[in-house]
């Protein structure tokens, strides 16, 4: 018997969760039927011009994804989610007006676009990063089903009226009900009062430096760095069907707006009948070969659309490939989510972002080009030949099983003990940690110290290494540089994970009996000698820095 924390539906009992479903849905509504509409104005033009469509609205978040990222991780997420809805609610307004005057220029319409997009950039991180406050960790899986869901949802109705609308009315009212779609969230997102968490160090650090934190972790996480890979293997062919589908609908179709807007809204109608089936395929193909039947579906959906030219096949085509869209990035989000902890989350999830619309930004004018040289049959024909090759490599780049993997947070280091107080930018620090291990256990230390290195490396250390001393081998020396004393305070209080104290206790199962490892610190000699001070309102006397 399904309990109902496995329903695919279970996160909707979140008051907050379902109140911003509802209000996203009406906002992804309006997107796609301002989408509809801006292609459509672009439809007699090039295939290139048409295609950049999805190049303007993607390729902000390859540009600002990461800094969004650090945004997220060091402002108040609730704030950023506010200003980016009344930022897209203005653009969207120019828009509007713009179109109601006749003044829209296909170079007006790209750049407005492209603006709404940086508000989707500026919003993408935060909005992945605020699921954990809404619903149960176990839940997240189901609510980054739900999400697609919700994408997939609008997918099925917004361009199909969009479509009608613009038909019927002109694209100004598409353009001004998504202008409209923006107050639902915000009005949410102004009631919200949202859990209070600790600050990390991203609060402190400047913004280069917290990029670079992001950057340091997801390239010390193997598991993190598994699901963008298989992000970049599918996405390429898979934008092939976005990019392409209006040509596909004009030109080989013989269809008109309103007829491409059922298209996109057979897509989302399988994406919905996807979500709930989901949970079910899950269980029976598992994470990776959910991966692989998906790229196979989209594949084989682009062939049947680069070969007839019935629109009711066309059609029976694209309801599987809305289950195999939803199935594909559902089991990529959810992989991720649970593996990013907190104090990153908003950066892991941004590198996500840059992987996932840069590879629709940077493929969709690829497609146009390919469409206009090669034909646009040729081209559906070689982004299902990517995806065929995607689905191949599954078996030799799977997704790590993420059973055992908890990134909570775990204080559970010892405060230093200093004869002086370094100051939050005292840098570089040097740590020390010695162990004594018996000659039986040396090569299985090493081997379990492998993952200790990921931990320091993913949580701050600039270097590391393990030496074990040449007149006494049993002895083996531990080594991170940390750049700043405010770092390493950081690997102590809130970037270490139980994952990482798993790793750390896995090793120091090895230690002679009797033994526990030794820890010193050190500091840069160059900055300055240390020197006694005054004793301190407590009346004990410390040690300092001289200054330079």
Known sequence: MRTTEE????????????????????????????TVGAQWLLVGHSASLVTLVQTASSLPVVLLALPSGVLADRYDRRKMLLAAQFSMLSVATVL?????????????????????????????????????????????????????????????????????????????????????????IAAVLLLWRRPTTPRTTAHSEGLLAAVQAGRRYVWHAPGVRRVLLRTALFIPGGAALWSLLPLVASRSLGLGSGGYGLLLGVV???????????????????????????????????????????????????????????????????????????WVRGRGLAVYLVVFQGGQALTAPVWGALSDGLGLGVSLLIGAGLLLAGALSVRRWPLYASDGVDPSPSDHWPVPHLMFEPGPAEGPVLVSVTYRIAPENWAAFTARMEHVARSRRRTGALTWGLFQDGADPGRFVETYMVASWAEHLAQHHSRL????????????????????????????????????????????????????
């Open 497 to 548: 994970t139980a994952n990482d104290r798993r790793f750390e206790e896995q090793a120091r199962e090895l230690l002679v009996d009797g033994t526990t490892p030794e820890v010193t610190h050190a500091f840069d000699a160059t900055a300055g000698p240390v020197v006694a001070t005054e004793p301190g309102n407590d009346g004990i006397r410390r040690e300092g820095k001289a200054p330079r």
């Open 268 to 342: 989302g109608a399988g994406a919905v009948g996807g979500a709930v089936a989901l949970p079910a395929i899950r269980r029976r193909l598992g994470a990776n070969g959910t991966l692989a039947a998906g790229a196979v579906v989209f594949a084989g959906t682009l062939v049947i659309l680069a070969t007839v030219r019935q629109p009711w096949l066309a059609g029976a085509a694209l309801l599987p490939a809305g289950l195999a869209w939803i199935g594909v990035l559902s089991t990529l989000n959810a992989a991720l989510q649970q593996r990013l902890p907190g």
């Open 96 to 184: 509007t007006v713009l179109a109601f005057q006749d003044a829209l220029t296909p170079t007006a319409l790209l750049v407005l676009t492209f603006l709404l997009g940086c508000g989707t950039a500026l919003m993408g991180p935060a909005w992945q990063a605020i699921q954990p406050d809404l619903v149960k960790r176990e839940q997240l899986g189901q609510a980054a089903a739900l999400g697609a869901v919700n994408m997939n949802l609008a997918r099925a109705v917004g361009p199909a009226l969009g479509g009608a609308v613009v038909a019927a009315a002109g694209a100004g009212w598409v353009f001004a009900f998504n202008a409209l779609s923006y107050l639902g």
């Open 7 to 34: 329903s695919a539906w279970a996160p909707l009992a979140a008051r907050v969760f379902r109140a911003l479903w509802i209000a996203q849905l009406v906002s992804n509504t309006g997107t796609w039927m301002q």
